[in-house]
């Protein structure tokens, strides 16, 4: 299985676990491994085909254990070519890969990613172009460039101006998708840029919020897309389940520059396909 920052917010969060969880419950929305059972109307996987997916909304079979339970629509097969180490990832993260951008682009448009996880890997997947937020001020940066952006996926939600400055830097058919904010300052910024107007001082380009969903033919897609070379999963390291909760420590540092891979004993947890 593979963490992802939901499994942990939820687990520390004891107002949204008790909505969200029926206890006892483990936690883990990312899951790959072989079936090992099938409800009695599901015709499309066999016992030991191997599967990933993603739990839409996770309620009490986690994917971090030996066994989870999960619906057939949320599972796909996994290529036989398919990396085990890479599979577990192709559920939260790259679905939202997938539907933040291909939706939106069409060849020759140019994307800014804020919140690539490192310099040097985007880089060596094919960036452009590398802004070190360290050093040189990000939105400024942008600006200088013109407006030449037709889509900006913001994972982090900071520097806090990025959307509000948008127009000089983006396209005016352009859109500016924001997945996530890390702190309460960016959260409150993200709710005033999608609920501010342009006339009233807010930003002038369409803004939006994605939330992935879990969706079997996009992950079908995806999945060819793995197959083909075309997407890969970045690891940043795998752990033995005894070691889950270093795992999980290892997370919550916010440092991984890769998808935090879990092995359950010397494999992969089973997965048990309801109808």
Same mark, same amino acid.
Request: aromatic letters at 10%; proline letters at 5%.
């Given at each position: 299985?593979?963490?992802?920052?939901?499994? @942990?917010?939820?687990?520390?969060?004891?107002?949204?676990?008790?909505?969200?969880?029926?206890?006892?419950?483990?936690?883990?929305?990312?899951?790959?491994?072989?079936?090992?059972?099938?409800?009695?109307?599901?015709?499309?996987?066999r016992l030991g085909n191997m599967v990933f997916g993603k739990h839409p909304?996770?309620?009490?079979?986690?994917?971090?254990?030996?066994?989870?339970?999960?619906? $057939?629509?949320?599972?796909?097969?996994?290529?036989?070519? /398919?990396?085990?180490?890479?599979?577990?990832? /192709?559920?939260? $993260?790259?679905?939202?890969?997938?539907?933040?951008?291909?939706?939106?682009?069409?060849?020759?448009?140019?994307?800014?990613?804020?919140?690539?996880?490192?310099?040097?890997?985007?880089?060596?997947?094919?960036?452009?172009?590398?802004?070190?937020? =360290?050093?040189?001020?990000?939105?400024? #940066?942008?600006?200088?460039?013109?407006?030449?952006?037709? /889509?900006? @996926?913001?994972?982090?939600?900071?520097? /806090?101006?990025?959307?509000?400055? #948008?127009?000089?830097?983006?396209?005016?058919?352009?859109?500016?998708?924001?997945?996530?904010?890390?702190?309460? #300052?960016?959260?409150?910024?993200?709710?005033?840029?999608?609920?501010?107007?342009?006339?009233?001082?807010?930003?002038? =380009?369409?803004?939006?919020?994605?939330?992935?969903?879990?969706?079997?033919?996009?992950?079908?897609?995806?999945? @060819?897309?793995?197959?083909?070379?075309?997407?890969?999963?970045?690891?940043?390291? @795998?752990?033995?389940?005894?070691?889950?909760?270093?795992?999980?420590? =290892?997370?919550?540092?916010? =440092?991984?520059?890769?998808?935090?891979?879990?092995?359950?004993?010397?494999?992969?947890?089973?997965?048990?396909?309801?109808?």
């Amino acid at each position: 299985m593979a963490l992802n920052p939901a499994d @942990v917010k939820i687990a520390e969060f004891t107002l949204i676990a008790n909505m969200m969880l029926t206890l006892p419950a483990s936690p883990g929305m990312n899951f790959y491994g072989p079936v090992a059972a099938t409800g009695s109307s599901v015709d499309d996987f066999r016992l030991g085909n191997m599967v990933f997916g993603k739990h839409p909304n996770l309620k009490k079979f986690g994917a971090l254990a030996q066994y989870t339970v999960a619906d $057939a629509s949320v599972c796909c097969h996994a290529p036989p070519s /398919l990396d085990p180490i890479q599979a577990p990832g /192709l559920g939260t $993260a790259a679905l939202t890969a997938y539907q933040c951008i291909v939706p939106f682009v069409s060849a020759g448009c140019n994307v800014f990613i804020n919140g690539g996880s490192g310099g040097r890997i985007c880089e060596e997947l094919g960036a452009d172009a590398v802004i070190d937020y =360290r050093i040189y001020d990000v939105t400024k #940066s942008l600006v200088d460039e013109g407006q030449v952006y037709d /889509l900006v @996926v913001d994972n982090v939600g900071s520097p /806090l101006d990025l959307y509000k400055k #948008s127009h000089p830097y983006m396209k005016p058919a352009g859109r500016y998708i924001q997945i996530a904010s890390a702190t309460f #300052s960016q959260n409150i910024n993200s709710a005033k840029n999608y609920l501010l107007p342009s006339f009233l001082g807010g930003g002038k =380009r369409r803004f939006q919020f994605l939330i992935c969903k879990t969706s079997r033919k996009d992950m079908e897609k995806v999945a @060819v897309m793995a197959e083909h070379g075309e997407f890969f999963v970045v690891v940043e390291d @795998v752990f033995q389940f005894s070691d889950a909760v270093k795992a999980i420590q =290892r997370l919550k540092t916010g =440092r991984a520059k890769g998808k935090i891979i879990i092995k359950v004993l010397e494999g992969f947890g089973a997965i048990a396909i309801g109808d």
